[in-house]
């Protein structure tokens, strides 16, 4: 058996060989009538045809024959059985070709084609109109080509489904020959065998007649000749694609075309001792252009597409398999992928130089290659894509491993499920092997593996999940899956051993990095750490069943918590998770990570528990700072951080909590401590909108420490001006509340430092301000309780706001003008009661003030100079003081005796306007009911345009007629033209009024 030295991976190996006795063996042939069977013609140049039948193994038995080396010769005699032999001529058999679909052989010996059945039972066929024929090339139809002729019949034209057949693009008719005979022939031409056939420097594109084989000696091997095509050099290769016909001569490659017959060249060689090889690759129907050591893959137009192969010889042999190019020289075969050109692959025959056939199946995808040379033939199969696959992945050969299954993906030889499992197996071997970020990147790109596969890497059996991890060993290349810990241990331990047996000088899979810098455990396990985290966080937002989304973010957790990224872990607890709290609580809780705790808590709805572990958390916050992202210092613009401590963070976190509760007992129990801590977040919980029913406010107010007085009247606030409380009682206590705030800052402050530092951020004004507008805006509180808090004191402002709530107008008055001396506010008081009578008590007032003062003269003054018109002049005159000074009596008098005699005047000329008003409309009244309208026999209606003759008719405002029929269907505040005259009436300008 043929010895074999792979360089990558193994995609043939050598399954039996045959021997031929004292014949010398010069052309091969391959055909498969049944998955399990091939037959191997072989030519000789003697002129003899052997037929070989090859058994091949089943699926399951196929990586049985991987120790082919070890079996004797009756092992090979079992599976490659010769079968009999038929003499063809005295001369070499150049070349043999199958035609399985007529079950035929072509086989080229002497000059002459010569015709065989598939058994070799029947006689030999020799066709004696052609003659000197040296190569002989098959039609072939790739799938691109749209054509379906399924007989072409001379001088028919032979329809062709889809498109024009061969024959009538050829030219069709009676121009054929059928065996050289002249004369049409109604001979159908078999489309399944239409071959060009090369004589000398000529091609003779020629139809097979006839596939009975009953009738096999009457009508089979009968030729037509459907053109000639002339070369410029004698033919010594050609293949045929569809239309085009490549020849290979001495000189160069040419193209020619079977339908014009016209020929061009595509290469011409270099060196006149290069010799011209052509292989079509059947799988895509590309063709192979050999020159010298150069294979060049062409279409069927001879135009290059991709790269090129580069051989490490002149071949003598070059076959297809799969998506390999298999090329024969110097004793050995080589396998080239053919997008890359890389060779795969090198088998040795233990033979020198020599004469080398090689051939394939029909299509470039079977299982067999075979081999001959002068005297031997070798039989490979290609070893299957899965076992190729783990021969690579037991040689650590991950790369080639990934590129054999992407590019078997590409070719369709392989589904996106076993692409999947590679990458996954690759991973679980790479983290064995201790590369964790190499394996989660495997891992992350086979779309069929379960994120539970991992899971007994973090946490050991048995486990919650233990059933969900599928029991999964894909090709048993790797140990099951264990803790990471164990996995690194062993790891390290197999590193050692490696170490020593390289220094006994024996070979080890270990990687050669880790021999010569071996790794550190704590390395590795943050390592594997971080990456299996990067795989969760990928799988964390895929599509997972439920029980498989709560291992993933809870050990997603226990992976954070073990690197004590403590950002991470809060933000997988604040956010949407699927964690599984009982697993994670005494966790958390013994590692101190509380506030991970009480995210994860409130995220499953357990706020009662979040809202205790965020108090424990404010309690034993003795020291230690927090920053706040959402408060950033706008008051400079650095944007810096403000610095909170850890107790008002706390607080924060149960306040966003409580802001979104209705449970009022639960609130309620927690608004003390964050009181405690700040007022603001205290105010936030109770006045929150985002809760779906409000709290109780009497209970609320009950609950509240009396001395935080701050909160309270907040509260208050919110229910009365933002949520239209009016119950009485919470009025007055509001009212009540202020007032004593005011009482109590009133004259130690200055009003624009009434807002103590609490309240600064709690309230937008004064306290003062505050009582003010409430006392003014509100009815519903006791008036005389809050009267009552004030009497004594200086609030006078308040005190007239109270008066006035109470009617006491005098009172109001007097604090207005004499406390306040506010001489606006009096006279706007005094509008307001709107009584005359109001602005003299207001004018006694100030020439009579109270508790000692002085006359207020000039505010006397400036009430009559603003509002003299509307006072009796008898009645000022008699309250005038008689201290009051000459020329401020005088001035007041002559100013109102003025607006007196002005206000007269303006009363006689309004009077007189008016009279001239009514005089000029009823003038106008009079002109229209004057107006005369004259009717004859030819006026016609403006609407109906009838003619009116003695008809009733109206006339609008615009002097628009119609008749009295129409005037009731218009009415009579709308004319024919269309304008209201209610909405847009007529004005005619008269004497005095002209719009």
């Not at 090979?76 to 005295?90: A, G, N, P, T």
């Not at 005297?375 to 054999?404: G, H, N, T, W």
């Not at 790797?478 to 164990?486: I, M, R, V, Y």
């Not at 810096?640 to 909590?657: D, P, V, Y």
Request: net charge negative.
């Amino acid at each position: 058996m043929a010895k074999t030295h792979i360089k990558s991976r193994t995609i043939l190996e050598p399954f039996a060989q045959f021997n031929p006795s004292s014949a010398s063996i010069r052309s091969l042939a391959l055909f498969s009538p049944s998955n399990f069977q091939t037959l191997i013609y072989i030519g000789t140049a003697s002129g003899k045809l052997l037929l070989l039948s090859l058994q091949q193994p089943s699926s399951d038995s196929s990586s049985s024959s991987s120790n082919n080396n070890n079996e004797n010769n009756n092992g090979s005699q079992e599976k490659l059985k010769f079968v009999r032999h038929v003499v063809i001529s005295d001369c070499a058999v150049e070349s043999i070709h199958v035609f399985g679909e007529i079950e035929k052989l072509l086989v080229v010996s002497d000059g002459f084609i010569h015709f065989l059945d598939l058994e070799l039972v029947k006689s030999v066929k020799k066709i004696g109109v052609l003659k000197g024929v040296s190569v002989v090339g098959r039609r072939l139809r790739s799938n691109n080509l749209n054509e379906g002729f399924s007989k072409l019949t001379v001088g028919g034209g032979g329809d062709a489904i889809g498109g024009s057949s061969l024959l009538q693009r050829l030219g069709g008719g009676g121009g054929g020959r059928v065996n050289g005979g002249g004369g049409g022939s109604d001979l159908p031409i078999d489309d399944d065998c239409v071959f060009a056939a090369a004589v000398g420097k000529k091609l003779i594109l020629v139809g097979l007649v006839g596939r009975d084989n009953e009738n096999y000696d009457s009508v089979a091997g009968s030729l037509v000749t459907l053109r000639e095509i002339p070369c410029v050099d004698v033919v010594k290769d050609l293949v045929w694609v569809d239309d085009s016909i490549v020849v290979g001569c001495s000189s160069g490659y040419y193209l020619c075309s079977c339908v014009t017959g016209q020929c061009g060249l595509i290469f011409s060689f270099p060196d006149v001792s290069s010799v011209p090889w052509l292989k079509v690759l059947k799988r895509d129907y590309k063709i192979l252009i050999l020159v010298d050591n150069v294979g060049i893959i062409a279409d069927s137009h001879g135009q290059p597409l991709g790269g090129s192969l580069v051989f490490h010889g002149s071949p003598d042999g070059v076959g297809e398999m799969g998506s390999c190019v298999v090329a024969v020289h110097g004793g050995k075969m080589e396998l080239y992928v053919k997008k890359s050109g890389k060779c795969v692959q090198k088998i040795l025959f233990g033979e020198g130089s020599g004469y080398y056939a090689v051939t394939d199946d029909e299509d470039g995808t079977g299982k067999v290659m075979v081999v001959a040379t002068s005297s031997k033939v070798m039989c490979y199969l290609k070893v299957p894509f899965e076992e190729q696959m783990k021969d690579l992945l037991r040689k650590k050969d991950f790369k080639e491993a990934i590129s054999l299954a992407e590019e078997l993906h590409e070719d369709g030889e392989v589904t996106k499920e076993t692409l999947s499992l590679v990458h996954a197996q690759v991973g679980f071997l790479l983290m064995f092997d201790l590369h964790f970020e190499e394996a989660i990147n495997h891992f992350l790109q086979s779309e069929t593996m379960q994120p539970s596969e991992i899971f007994p890497f973090i946490m050991p059996d048995p486990n919650r999940w233990s059933l969900l991890v599928p029991k999964n060993r894909y090709w048993g290349l790797h140990p099951p899956p264990a803790p990471l810990e164990s996995v690194i241990d062993n790891g390290l331990m197999a590193i050692q051993r490696a170490v020593f047996l390289k220094k006994a000088g024996l070979e080890t899979a270990v990687d050669d990095e880790f021999l010569l810098n071996p790794p550190n455990r704590d390395d590795l396990l943050d390592s594997a750490l971080k990456n299996l985290i990067r795989y969760l966080k990928v799988s964390h937002e895929k599509d997972l069943t439920s029980s498989v989304k709560e291992g993933v973010d809870t050990l997603l957790m226990y992976l954070y918590r073990a690197l004590n990224l403590v950002d991470e872990m809060e933000n997988l607890a604040s956010s949407e998770n699927w964690c599984i709290v009982e697993e994670l609580e005494t966790l958390l809780n013994d590692s101190g990570h509380l506030r991970t705790l009480a995210f994860l808590c409130e995220s499953k709805g357990m706020s009662s528990k979040a809202l205790a572990i965020w108090r424990i958390l404010a309690r034993n916050y003795s020291s230690g700072y927090w920053v706040d992202p959402a408060k950033t210092n706008e008051e400079n613009g650095s944007g810096l951080n403000i610095i909170i401590s850890g107790k008002e963070n706390a607080a924060t976190e149960a306040t966003r909590i409580l802001e979104e509760l209705s449970d009022q007992d639960l609130i309620l129990q927690h608004l003390g401590w964050i009181a405690d801590i700040n007022n603001i977040l205290a105010v936030r919980v109770l006045t929150s909108e985002k809760r779906s029913h409000q709290l109780l406010p009497d209970e609320v107010i009950a609950a509240i420490d009396p001395k935080k007085t701050e909160i309270i009247q907040r509260y208050l606030q919110w229910l009365i001006e933002d949520q239209g409380l009016d119950e009485p009682e919470f009025h007055t206590l509001y009212a009540r509340l202020l007032t004593k705030s005011a009482l109590e800052t009133y004259g130690t402050e200055s009003p624009s430092e009434q807002i103590n530092g609490s309240d600064r951020s709690i309230f937008q004004s004064p306290v003062r301000e505050r009582l003010q507008v409430f006392l003014q805006s509100s009815d519903l509180y006791d008036r005389e309780e809050v009267l009552d808090m004030i009497e004594e004191s200086e609030l006078w402002l308040e005190k007239a706001i109270l008066y006035r709530k109470l009617g006491q107008e005098t009172l109001v008055l007097q604090i207005l003008a004499v406390k306040l001396e506010d001489s606006d506010a009096a006279e706007h008081y005094c509008a307001e009661i709107g009584r005359p009578d109001a602005y003299m008590q207001l004018l006694d007032i100030y020439l009579n003030p109270t508790d000692g003062k002085k006359p207020m003269f000039k505010a006397a003054v400036r009430l009559l100079h603003n509002h003299g018109e509307s006072l009796d002049p008898l009645q000022v005159l008699e309250r005038l003081s008689p201290n009051m000074p000459l020329h401020l009596a005088s001035d007041t008098i002559l100013r109102m005796l003025r607006a007196r005699l002005h206000h007269h005047y303006q009363g006689q000329v309004v009077h007189n306007l008016s009279r001239a008003v009514n005089l000029d409309a009823k003038l106008a009244r009079l002109e229209e009911r004057s107006r005369l309208v004259q009717i004859n026999d030819e006026s016609l209606c403006d609407s109906c345009h009838a003619r009116l003759g003695t008809k009733l008719f109206a006339m609008y405002p615009d002097d628009t007629i119609v008749c009295y029929k129409c005037y009731r269907r218009q009415g009579g505040s709308t004319s024919v033209t269309g304008r209201d005259f209610n909405t847009d009436p007529v004005f005619k300008p008269g004497w005095l009024v002209t719009e």
